[in-house]
């Protein structure tokens, strides 16, 4: 077993493309983080290979909270509030008329105990790569414009190193394993700032000029397990 490095943050987005929430523990499950990606709103009338309702239509829908509250034993409810403060349940019709009204497209919400992921359960990305992506850009350092679940800081790795680890299996905590499966290809969405959704495109410029379009990887879990702030990431040798 090497170990790589430690985990700094654990993010999940109950509702897909909207602002998600810290963690300072969580399961991994075999379908990723419990309630990562659990609703996504959907495009009507796309009939496209991609027709999840995103900030790629909407930038101001990351602006859109989220918190999930227990109701019993494993139960839950998913909140969202609004920019303006509203708060309303996420099958709420009143939210789903805000979105469409915002976006003037038709919408429906879709719950999948699975996740509506774009390609595997699981997003991982280095602070290093974080790190210089935003030197590179000339902008703000911020893990959260690449919405993974785990951010790692590495020991001694250089940026991008996690690319390396395509094929490899990685160990997290005690217990929890994960298969990284590819390279995150990234669209414009990291050009958007998660706070304010104000663009930048020199973001996603970078990324595309100098490194193929991709930062970060996608990863399956083989073995569930809890993971926490601060636990050692080992690569299987």
């Known amino acids: 077993m090497q170990s790589v490095g430690v985990i700094r943050q654990l993010r999940r987005y109950p509702v897909k493309s909207m602002r998600g929430e810290s963690?300072?523990?969580t399961m991994l499950?075999?379908?990723?983080l419990p309630l990562d990606r659990r609703y996504a709103f959907v495009q009507k009338?796309?009939?496209?290979?991609f027709p999840w309702f995103s900030a790629r239509e909407l930038p101001e829908l990351l602006c859109y909270s989220t918190t999930v509250e227990t109701t019993g034993p494993q139960e839950y409810e998913v909140k969202v509030t609004?920019?303006?403060?509203?708060?309303?349940?996420?099958q709420s019709d009143e939210l789903r008329q805000i979105l469409e009204m915002r976006s003037r497209l038709e919408l429906f919400l879709l719950q999948d105990y699975r996740g509506s992921f774009d390609a595997a359960p699981v997003s991982l990305i280095s602070?290093?790569?974080?790190?210089?992506?935003?030197?590179?850009?000339?902008?703000?350092e911020d893990p959260v414009r690449f919405r993974p679940n785990l951010l790692v800081d590495l020991h001694?790795?250089?940026?991008?190193e996690e690319m390396k680890w395509v094929g490899r299996i990685l160990c997290v905590g005690d217990a929890?394993?994960?298969?990284?499966?590819?390279?995150?290809?990234?669209?414009?969405?990291?050009?958007l700032d998660p706070v304010?959704?104000?663009?930048?495109?020199a973001i996603q410029r970078c990324v595309v000029q100098q490194h193929n379009n991709c930062a970060g990887v996608y990863a399956a879990v083989l073995t569930v397990g809890e993971v926490r702030l601060g636990d050692t990431v080992s690569l299987e040798t």
């Open 23 to 25: 963690l300072p523990a």
């Open 29 to 32: 499950t075999l379908q990723g």
């Open 45 to 49: 009338a796309s009939r496209s290979s």
């Open 82 to 90: 609004t920019p303006d403060g509203k708060i309303f349940p996420v």
């Open 127 to 140: 602070r290093q790569t974080v790190s210089q992506i935003a030197q590179e850009s000339g902008s703000e």
């Open 156 to 160: 001694r790795g250089e940026a991008f």
């Open 176 to 191: 929890a394993r994960i298969a990284i499966l590819k390279a995150d290809q990234r669209c414009m969405m990291i050009s």
């Open 196 to 201: 304010t959704a104000k663009p930048n495109p």
